[in-house]
């Protein structure tokens, strides 16, 4: 079965002291509760405030997995500004995005590029997170099947199989990120069970039924028990309202009462 696997991408949000704060009010009421019992839970603050975040989990002994937003493909050298999985690992990181829309259309990062993060990550024992989605003209255009296959073949090209088990797709239509529109739960369902059969083109049926689908675009606490109901989303990556830990909980909860789905 596919336990679902919500994240929290903090993107460029917070400071220091919020950082802590917030983790640690998810940590405590996560073990609280025992949301981590029925679903899989990580939080991805901004890199300088990695060790801050992750000095809050480890005294908590929570098991919030510590995520980073970004990744240089290669090991190390003169790449002025960028993080390697090494450092990330390091720094206690166990998962990463790679592939997110603002990386993609804001910074201009392209398929390839992406691709070379998502192996490197890989390669180096993190698990990922590939990031698809297409842009409102695609979808107009009637291209988001295509759009979403392209960036999953891509993306993934040259994953050995012997990896899969640490990688984690996010569909997050790029009109829907931060704009508070949603893809209704039946057009999100659709486009994950095209994904999932992109990935069995890839990797086989049974590989592909094991692969984890997020949904992410505008999820909140009201609309998430809907979205994480459906049989092909198996969790969501969560922008703005990750930045609340109430929000953020709430949606961890509907994602952990869904049923449980795959074989
Ligand atoms: C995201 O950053 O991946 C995202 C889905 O953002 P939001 O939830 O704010 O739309």
Known sequence: MRKPFVGGNWK??????????????????????????????????????????????????????????????????????????????????????????ERRHVIGEGDELINRKTRAALDAGLQVILCIGEKLEERTAGQTDAVNERQLRAGLANVPAGHLNRLTIAY????????????TPADAQDAHTKCRAVLASLFGADAAGRIRIQYGGSVKGSNAGELMTQPDIDGGLIGGASLKAEEFLSIVRAAAAAPAKGR
């Not at 073990?31 to 992750?54: G, K, N």
């Open 172 to 183: 997050e239509p790029v009109w829907a990120i931060g704009t508070g529109k949603n893809a």
């Open 12 to 101: 460029m949000n917070l400071n220091a002291a919020a950082s802590r704060t917030l983790a640690d009010d998810l940590a405590r009421a996560i073990a609280t509760d025992r949301l981590d019992q029925a679903c899989d839970i990580a939080i991805f603050p901004p890199f300088v405030y990695i060790r801050h975040v992750h000095n809050v989990l480890r005294d908590r002994s929570s098991s919030v997995m510590l995520g980073a937003q970004d990744v240089w493909p290669e090991p190390s050298g003169a790449f002025t500004g960028e993080v390697s999985a090494a450092m990330l690992k390091d720094c206690g990181v166990s998962v990463v995005l790679t592939g997110h829309s």
